[in-house]
């Protein structure tokens, strides 16, 4: 059983040496237990602060430990009534060759609607990202404006999809204009590359009656051009903060909380942080029905990054991290 394990933890961003590939027995299951076969494993940013041992609202990982990660595979033994050889399941398998899981935790994959990868996208944990964040806090209303960066990512992107099927108008943001051709061909009213200069001014030009939802997935520059914009009452599901997780010092120049905290009171913004989990009782099933049908209707496409093989996955991760993956980064680790 192959793993890779976190070697030491990164300063800033992560680099090849703060992961260690080891070889291990495969494990037998025990009472209750299953084993399975990990098919393809999900790479995502949260990943880099569970590799930190600062506070954050899930434990970090130790030095040692095999990585945490999402996972699709199948069944191979069983010692779970519920769970039988030949299943394909979702569950946290973490970045290994096998897993051990019970029926608890593990989640079946039904390949009739999308290929068993989407159960770790669109279909899976961003894609839920998405919708709960969107919905449950971005409350968009038909008209108004939502942008959303990283938009080209498997939570921008179904962000961007969902709140036009919403009626909304839709702005994206992402790095390179391959990035930003993809946006206008999934629907996006316009599309935005933060690597060109002057994002600001280009957000003014594009965005005339303001932003009403800003989807905030990312932080730094994007964060600085898109506040001005904000209308009065605008909604911020603050996502993630992916500008930062690299960081190692606080930004240079002045400290502009003040000058946030005077927006969030004259336009009476709603500036609302969340983990997915938190919606997961209360709107999984609606998630499931709602976008399995957008995505069987042709409503909502995806895209994914796949790279072949487990040993790839720290440089596909690192990666990740800078903007080099285009889609939902996955590991096939077997067929
Ligand atoms: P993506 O696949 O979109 O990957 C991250 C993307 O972020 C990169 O491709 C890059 O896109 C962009 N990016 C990286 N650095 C910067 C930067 N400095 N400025 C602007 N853009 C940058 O990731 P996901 O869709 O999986 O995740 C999107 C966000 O959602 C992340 O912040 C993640 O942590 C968060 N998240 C939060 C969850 C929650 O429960 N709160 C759950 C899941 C995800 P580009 O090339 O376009 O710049």
Redesign the pocket.
């Known amino acids: 059983n192959r793993s890779i394990r976190l070697a030491r933890r990164p300063h800033g961003a992560p680099v090849p040496e703060d992961f260690e590939l080891a070889e291990s027995a495969i494990p037998t299951p025990g009472e209750g237990q299953a084993l399975v076969r990990t098919r393809y494993l999900s790479l995502?940013?949260?990943m880099r602060g569970r590799m930190s041992d600062a506070k954050s609202y899930a434990a970090p990982l130790e030095i040692g430990d095999v990585i945490i990660g999402g996972t699709v595979g199948e069944v191979v033994a069983s010692n779970d009534p519920k769970l039988a050889v030949g299943d394909v399941v979702q569950n946290y398998g973490g970045w290994q060759d096998y897993s051990l899981t019970t029926s608890k935790e593990a989640y079946p994959v039904d390949e009739s609607v999308a290929p068993a990868s989407a159960s770790l996208g669109i279909l899976g944990?961003?894609g839920f990202?998405a919708y709960s964040g969107l919905l449950a806090i971005g409350k968009p209303q038909a008209g108004e404006t939502v942008a959303v960066?990283?938009?080209?990512?498997?939570?921008?992107s179904a962000v961007g999809q969902i709140a036009k099927i919403k009626g909304c108008r839709t702005v994206g943001i992402?790095?390179?204009p391959e990035?930003v051709a993809y946006l206008k061909e999934i629907g996006f009213d316009v599309a935005l590359d933060?690597k060109e200069p002057d994002l600001r001014g280009r957000l003014k030009e594009a965005c005339p009656e303001g932003i009403d939802v800003y989807f905030e997935?990312?932080g730094?520059?994007?964060w600085d051009a898109v506040l001005p914009r904000l209308n009065t009452y605008a909604r911020v599901p603050v996502?993630?903060?992916?500008?930062n997780y690299n960081r190692t010092e606080a930004p240079s120049g002045p400290d502009r909380s003040a000058a946030l905290m005077a927006s969030v009171l004259t336009k009476s913004l709603t500036l609302r942080g969340?983990?997915?989990l938190e919606f997961v009782r209360e709107m999984y099933r609606d998630f499931l029905r709602d976008t399995g049908q957008w995505v069987a209707e042709g409503k909502i496409s995806y895209r994914e990054d796949i790279t072949e093989g487990l040993e790839n996955a720290p440089e596909t991760f690192i990666g990740?991290?800078?903007?080099r993956?285009f889609g939902?980064?996955i590991i096939k680790v077997a067929d």
């Open positions: 995502d940013p949260y944990m961003t990202t960066a990283a938009a080209s990512g498997p939570v921008g992402a790095g390179g990035k933060h997935n990312v730094g520059q994007v996502c993630g903060l992916i500008a969340f983990i997915q990740m991290l800078e903007g993956n939902k980064t």
